[in-house]
């Protein structure tokens, strides 16, 4: 690398930083700085800027980073030729002016032209600032740009930040970059690890400071320190075992630790006794150590810790490791034994007491509106050939929060739902109650899939509903970032699990059902209020229709982002929206209907003459349509179309009453030649009344035969 270009390495280290926010710091900080180089023109190799961090250090190294800006070219528009000179041509006070304010004289000026005409430019050129002059405002400002929400203040300084900071590498190349900032001069001194080595570390030049900090036992690249990480435990597994590391525990081990290293250790089988997803809860979230099952997916007494230090004696670490884990998993038993003494349905009268929102009453009253969607869905989908007992999802939704009053999840809130399941079948439940009481909270998070069981998708359509209906009834519905009871989540869960479950079920339907038993001061919840703080009267039916009306399009929004996610074009799925089909199962079979239709050869032109078709009906004014009559077409094209599409209508309609979307699609794909001629050969807006309205007669029945299954006018047309 040539002396003028070279390596960039800022280094800023602090006390040790929050291991969740770590990586989004590290992010936002290298992008601060190749932003700040890009803005000032700064020549450097963004594309290879590494960004690297620590739990006490955020770096960025910048290959070819430019030791001056280039050439700074400036350019200031002056007045116009008529207003610069008077009439003999000699400058005017604002040409004057303006040669002033740019420091040149008048004979410096050029001149240019716009679409006004020509005028007055002042054209300079000035060398660049050195990168080493600019270096300490772009630090500066990326430094402000961080996602802090909550900066610290320390000793008895002004500035803040998400830590006290304790050191500041600047280099370029091998040249220390002086700046002040937080306290700091920036220097080649930096850090290595807390206690491996805790003297300074020279960084003699920006490309030598990783290779600097390994030897110091800190390894800076993150994704170095992950596969430390993943290697430390698989090393101290026991054999024939298999940790359990998730992404987001190794994230944050892994920002824990500068010189990872792993601890095998191990806790008394008596505590096996608890459920297993307890004893996981605990290690992982509350202790960050790694379970370990077996090959048959059962937990084992044994768990990985990953120390900050590689020890001499890692027995001590062994121990206190065992040592901090036992007390909660002693908890966790005492708890879950006590529970096991109570049956699960005992719990329900503590619901009463425990308000879920003002207007919508206590836990328990929306458990009994829960129950009751859930026998109504039940017998819905029975009735639709969908083997589901009403009973037992009635039974369900009615036990569906009593774990919520139990001491587990009191203590270990995550565990809602899996310990409804554990406590129901300990009190001799039905497993497919049992099991619906744990996966009606899926899909959990994205990515996660929808309840296996019938009974669960039952409860878990009900519970969403229910959700959904109250709290757009009271008048807490989204608003921009703001969405405090996850509703986006409850929509996208509700349409996931009837589209992935294959429930056909009228979701409208069912959101009036919701509505319906909601009390009438649930609705005026949501009304805006007088200045006396009352509601004034109000149709109550008309609310709740407008409220399912709304209900079902925030589900289809959510619904929309789903598919785009999975590759769907969005004029695909707009031309399936376009017939709202209430029933989300069907509503996937068009579109994915749609997809394939679209990937056809005649797909685009029979768009474009829907698109012709709609526009000739609009113009007819909303005129009604009737049978066409044979008597009044003509031989030839318009013939032939009106034969083609009976033919094509008579199959398609097979296709249809079975719902084989992609078939009838196919079929009336057929049509696209007969269409083509006619357009071709007949015209349509004729003088003759009766034989015009016999062609849209025709065309409408055509048109009207793709929107059995969508609007395909919504589709790109060639």
């Known amino acids: 690398m040539s002396q003028d270009h070279a390596s960039l390495l800022i280094e800023l280290g602090t006390e040790e930083l929050p291991p969740k926010a770590l990586d989004e710091l590290a992010a936002a900080f ?43 070219k400036s350019e200031a528009l002056g007045p116009y030729v008529n207003i610069g000179l008077d009439a003999n041509g000699a400058p005017t006070p604002a040409l004057l002016g303006f040669a002033a304010k740019n420091g040149v004289a008048v004979d410096q000026l050029q001149r240019t032209t716009d679409a006004k005409g020509e005028r007055f430019v002042a054209r300079s050129e000035k060398p660049g600032q050195s990168t080493a002059a600019l270096l300490p405002e772009i630090v500066t400002e990326a430094l402000k740009a961080l996602p802090i929400p909550k900066p610290m203040r320390w000793g008895e300084h002004d500035y803040t930040f998400v830590r006290p900071a304790h050191w ?28 491996h080595h805790p003297q300074p570390v020279h960084v003699a030049d920006a490309d030598g400071w990783l290779d600097a900090l390994r030897a110091a036992k800190v390894l800076a690249d993150p994704a170095e320190r992950r596969e430390r990480v993943r290697a430390e435990v698989a090393r101290v597994a026991p054999a024939g075992s298999t940790p359990r590391l998730s992404d987001a525990l190794l994230d944050e081990i892994a920002n824990l630790t500068e010189w990872p290293v792993g601890i095998a250790c191990a806790f008394e089988r008596e505590f096996l006794a608890v459920p297993q997803e307890a004893l996981v809860t605990t290690m992982e979230t509350n202790q960050k150590f790694v379970p370990v ?29 065992e040592r901090v884990i036992r007390p909660r998993f002693a908890d966790a038993k005492f708890f879950f034994d006590e529970d096991l003494e109570t049956p699960l349905a005992s719990q329900q009268d503590a619901l009463k007491s425990v308000t879920y929102q003002q207007a919508l009453g206590s836990v328990w009253d929306k458990t009994v509106r829960v129950a009751e969607l859930a026998r109504v869905i039940a017998n819905r989908l029975r009735d639709a050939g969908i083997a589901v007992d009403a009973a037992l999802a009635t039974r369900a939704a009615a036990l569906s929060r009593c774990d919520l009053m139990t001491r587990m999840v009191g203590e270990f809130p995550e565990l809602q739902g899996t310990m ?4 129901a079948a300990a009190g001799g439940e039905d497993a497919q109650v049992a099991q619906a009481l744990d996966e009606f909270y899926r899909p959990r998070f994205a990515g996660d899939g929808i309840a296996q069981g019938k009974v669960g998708q039952v409860l878990a359509v009900a519970e ?9 009834a009271v008048g807490m519905k989204p608003s921009g970032n703001k969405d405090p009871f996850a509703l986006r989540r409850a929509a996208l869960g509700l349409a996931r699990t009837l589209i ?4 056909a079920l009228d979701l409208r339907a069912q959101f009036d059902e919701a509505l319906a038993q909601l009390p009438d001061g649930a609705l005026a919840a949501g009304l805006p209020k007088g200045k006396d703080g009352t509601v004034a009267v109000f149709d109550a039916a008309a609310r709740r229709a407008a409220l399912g009306a709304e209900l079902y399009d925030f589900v289809l929004d959510r619904l929309r ?42 797909a685009r032109a029979l768009a474009a003459a829907n698109k012709r078709i709609n526009n000739l009906l609009r113009q007819a004014g909303g005129m009604e349509l009737g049978d066409v009559d044979d008597a009044l077409l003509e031989d030839g094209a318009e013939r032939a179309l009106s034969e083609a599409f009976r033919a094509a209508a008579a199959d398609a309609k097979a296709h249809v009453a079975q719902r084989d979307y992609v078939g009838m699609l196919r079929r009336l794909a057929q049509l696209r030649e007969p269409i083509d001629r006619f357009f071709q050969d007949v015209m349509v807006m004729v003088d003759d009344g009766r034989v015009r309205a016999n062609r849209l007669s025709l065309l409408g029945a055509v048109a009207g035969s793709f929107l059995a299954v969508a609007d395909i006018s919504q589709l790109p047309a060639a």
Request: net charge neutral; with cysteine; aromatic share 8%.
């Open 293 to 321: 099952f077996d090959a048959e997916g059962r937990l084992t007494a044994h768990f990985i810790g990953v120390a900050n230090i590689e020890s001499k004696d890692p027995a001590e670490i062994r121990k206190g490791y």
């Open 464 to 472: 969403r509903i229910d959700t959904l209906a109250g709290i757009f």
């Open 30 to 72: 290298a992008s601060g700085i190749c932003d700040g180089l890009a803005r000032r023109g700064i020549a450097a190799d963004l594309a290879g800027a590494r960004r690297y961090c620590s739990p006490r250090r955020l770096a960025v190294l910048v290959p070819g980073v430019a030791a001056q800006q280039p050439l700074q």
């Open 500 to 503: 992935e479950g294959d429930l």
């Open 168 to 195: 500041l590498v600047i280099l370029h190349g091998d040249t220390v970059v002086d700046a002040d900032m937080l306290g700091l001069r920036s220097g080649r001194s930096s850090r290595g690890h807390r206690f």
């Open 420 to 423: 409804g399941r554990y406590y």
């Open 561 to 602: 982002g789903y598919y785009v996610d999975r590759g769907v074009p969005v004029e695909a799925f707009q031309a399936v929206r376009e017939l709202a089909p209430a029933d989300l199962a069907d509503f996937d079979r068009r579109l994915r209907a749609v997809v394939e239709f679209a990937a056809l050869p005649e």
